[in-house]
């Protein structure tokens, strides 16, 4: 099977069987990370730009090292090191990255829909590493393969949603992908953060956050966005954390094998109490790190003309 | 498809059988004893062919001998180009690769480009000290300068002839067969 695909832009352009393709490619180059000599000379002669508008070491990083995993040359662009300080436009940046001859750009950007803006007008492809508050695709990617491998399936879970829905990507890709694959997903957060009209994603919403993690087999905590609180969204973190932080009092309520995620960088003892984003039952966080290398080599792979 | 492709038996399951008797005895004649010694099976057919040869030598020298499972699907030159491609499945070598004499096992030897693939996926686990090759299959037709140390028959063919080597493991019957005009 190939995928038949230019760009990967978000979770819901992709079709069941196309993320299951990109989960099973996933799963086998797991293992090249774990060898001595952790490169495979498949993408030899490849070009991937990581063009990043905005801070990230996470996904970065995860896209160059997958990159260089399978021998491509891998370059990484910020904003702050480019003629964006110059004011060159988005459009004119990437016509000239065109020029160059890549086979992949990776991009990041503040505003949502700029990666859906590049992959129209240039010819290579595009994968949206996350543009504002739309999508982060291939985090959805990561979770749900870290889901898989920890639940056997994604159908039939219900997976809880925490914090602050509203400005959130990883949230909304989740939110997509979890549901294609047959899972229910239970939202909660402050109203101020809740989306309006967001039931209208096949999900249920709670405001109190007890409610959504009662029986849920998956808690994935969000990020809460420090830069947020001068948008008066929120009182104050110590408010938010008395709420919404994941303890050891709240986490009993869901079930007994649930796992803990969160996409990180964590906020210890605002949206997660250090002792469960440590605890080894229960915490998959570093093992979600850890899939987003196979995930993105999957995806450079696929792209560039590899199937399965 | 759909047209009716005329193909004929050239080795049933005791013929299978005893070609790997036979490379089970050679390769332990040829390394002198099982010291030092690991088998490698190419996926797919590689790899139940080399767990065969696993039981054989284990029954023959007594004692264990290690299998690694390599897919070769990264390391092919032809990712980019070609359109009939394989599943990119999972490596497996529990082992150290250094100093060992390694005997990769596939089915068919053809044009050579697998084991040439697999040599470089190897030699990324480590320094063996020797490669030899045993496959069920030789057809001829190389493109490169390989051959093997361990052939279980040699079956000249055209090139519009496919060979398959059918197992009971992946489609319930062991047989190889030669499919006229395929292309």
Redesign the interface.
Known sequence: M?LEKKDILGIQDLSVGEINLILA?A??????ST???K?????RGKTVINLFFEASTRTRTSFEIAGKR?SADTINISASTSSVVKGETLIDTARNLEAMNPDVIVIRHSAAGAPRLLASLIRQSIINAGDGAHEHPSQALLDMMTIKEKKGAIAGLKVAIIGDIAHSRVARSNIYGLTKMGASVALAGPATMMPRDIEQMGITVHNKMEEAISNADVVMMLRIQLERQKQNIFPSLREYSQHYCLNRRNIALAKKDAIVMHPGPINRGVEISPDIADDPDRSVILDQVNKGVAVRMALL?LL????? | MGEKKSFKTVMDRDGIDRCLTRIAYEILEKNKGMDDLVLVGIRTGGVFLAERLKKKISGIEGGDISLGIL?VT??RDD??TSYK?Q??????ITFSLDGKKVVLVDDVLFTGRTIRAAM??LI???RPKMIQLAVLIDRGHRELPIRADFVGKNLPSSLWEAVTVNLVEKNGIDEVIIVEDAK
């Open positions: 190939k490619t799963e086998s180059f797991l293992e090249i060898r001595e000599i490169k495979v000379p498949t993408l399978l792979y560039t003309g590899g199937s399965q | 897919d990264l390391y990712i980019s491609k599943h990119p499945g999972k490596t497996d470089d996926a990324d686990f480590g």
